[in-house]
């Protein structure tokens, strides 16, 4: 079993990947206590053999005869293409102050293809949040920076904005008990997961968790080598 550290900058939990042998299994009690358990056929998990503590948002491999982190990532620090990155997709999205929106985005380079260049994810969130409400202007962003024919060009990924124009907000009621600034709006807050091989095609795909209000929703992006793509599979539960 092995079990590595992603870095996170959402105040949320960090994750990894578990790699399991084909006889075992790894189990929850739904409050987020994870223990590795040898697995009998006839009779399901026994006896828990390895207890992992707190079992965080992560990605489980089990079955297959190839490594699921062909090669690594790291975070580094934003530079300033990053931060332009996001704000021109604040600004594409009718965010209503683009240029003094607070961007801190968390940064991650790896080989996607293995061909040796390197890729970025920008990832940004900004603004509250509290339940199905969020605050004008709160902002979730994804990018990815790739070198396609010799150019550096940013695939959007993901991206929903708080403007307060949004056309259903008139048939809702406002909430000032809680806040004058929060508005009806879901504004999901995007993290990431993992970013690990999971087909064995030695291509990586990104995984990510989506969070609103009594929601949590998986999704896995999967990219080709062309201008293409992602190929995007999610699976979940919410309201």
């Known amino acids: 079993m092995w079990r590595q550290q992603v870095p996170d900058r959402n105040d949320a939990a960090t994750a ?14 739904g409050w987020g206590e994870a223990e590795l358990c040898s697995l009998d056929p006839q009779v399901g998990p026994l006896k828990p053999t390895v207890s992992l503590g707190t079992f965080h948002p992560g990605v489980a491999v089990s079955g297959v005869d190839f490594d699921p982190r062909p090669r690594p990532f790291v975070e580094v ?34 080989d996607l293809e293995g061909d040796g260049v390197d890729e970025v994810l920008i990832l940004a969130n900004g603004g509250e949040r509290q339940a199905y409400l969020s605050t004008i202007g ?45 508005v009806s709006v879901v ?14 095609d ?25 201008t293409v793509g992602p190929y995007s599979w999610t699976l979940g539960c919410g309201p």
Do not use: C, W
């Open 202 to 226: 030695g291509h990586m795909e990104i995984v990510a968790e989506v969070v609103y209000f009594e929601s949590s929703v998986y999704s896995i992006l999967e990219f080709d080598t062309s």
């Open 77 to 110: 620090a934003p530079e300033p293409a990053h931060i332009d990155a996001v704000r021109s997709v604040l600004q594409e999205q009718d965010h209503p102050d683009p240029v003094g929106a607070a961007i801190d985005p968390q940064v991650l380079r790896f």
């Open 138 to 182: 709160t902002y979730s962003v994804g990018v990815l920076r790739r070198l396609i024919d010799g150019v550096v060009q940013n695939k959007l990924l993901h991206a929903t904005v708080t403007t307060g124009n949004e056309s259903y907000l008139d048939d809702r009621p406002e909430v000032p008990e809680i806040s004058e600034d929060l």
């Open 187 to 200: 504004n999901p807050l995007r993290r990431l997961i993992d970013i690990v091989d999971l087909n064995g």
């Open 16 to 29: 990894g990947v578990v790699s399991l042998d084909s006889g075992e299994s790894l189990s929850t009690d």
